[in-house]
């Protein structure tokens, strides 16, 4: 299930699903600008706007074709005929070949520019023009976490916190 994180402003609101981050914004006094209220998707760092009205919340929307048990969803990929001939001939076909290559990145990066990425994006949305912003951001791609700490150490604690446990999860 995704995760989400509520700000006002610069404090941390919540965290959780989707039904849980809108039963509590729903609680909270109307903020004077929308603007004040941001909430973030966990796995990617991207800004998402919930409708806040008094309908029923729909979970995340169901998935379409492919395997949804397994939570396969076709996409579509562009290749070259050179890649789509190496792909052809490997064991199980192009889609095992793609599967298994995503993979072995995936370990051998141990998932921390997924990470980083999703730092970059909260950060970008709610820290852009705060203090030192831009050496924040090439020590969170350099991996230098006590760079960053010291870097961001002026912004709101909720905030550096956030981006930390994006950047660097436990």
């Known amino acids: 299930m995704t995760s989400y994180t509520a700000f006002a402003n610069d404090l941390w609101i919540a965290t959780g699903s ?5 039963e509590t914004l729903r609680a909270l006094d109307a903020m004077p600008r929308a603007s ?3 909430v973030f998707d966990d796995s990617t760092g991207a800004q998402v706007d919930f409708d806040l009205r008094d309908e ?3 979970e995340d929307p169901p998935r379409g074709p492919g395997r949804p048990r397994l939570g396969v969803v076709p ?3 562009t290749l070259l005929p050179r890649h789509w001939d190496w792909l052809g001939k490997q064991r199980g076909g192009a889609s095992s070949a793609l599967r298994r290559l995503v993979e072995d990145a995936m370990r051998a990066d141990g998932g921390q520019a997924a990470g980083r990425d999703a730092a970059y994006r909260f950060l ?3 820290a852009g023009d705060r203090e030192n912003f831009e050496e924040a951001i090439r020590a969170l791609y350099a991996d230098d976490r006590a760079r960053f700490e010291a870097l961001a150490g002026g912004w709101p604690v909720a905030v550096r916190a956030h981006a930390i446990g994006l950047a660097w999860p436990e």
């Not at 989707?18 to 809108?22: D, F, L, N, S, Y």
């Open 18 to 22: 989707r039904a849980h981050i809108v």
């Open 36 to 38: 004040d209220l941001l």
């Open 56 to 58: 029923p919340v729909p």
């Open 75 to 77: 996409r579509e990929v």
């Open 124 to 126: 970008s949305a709610i």
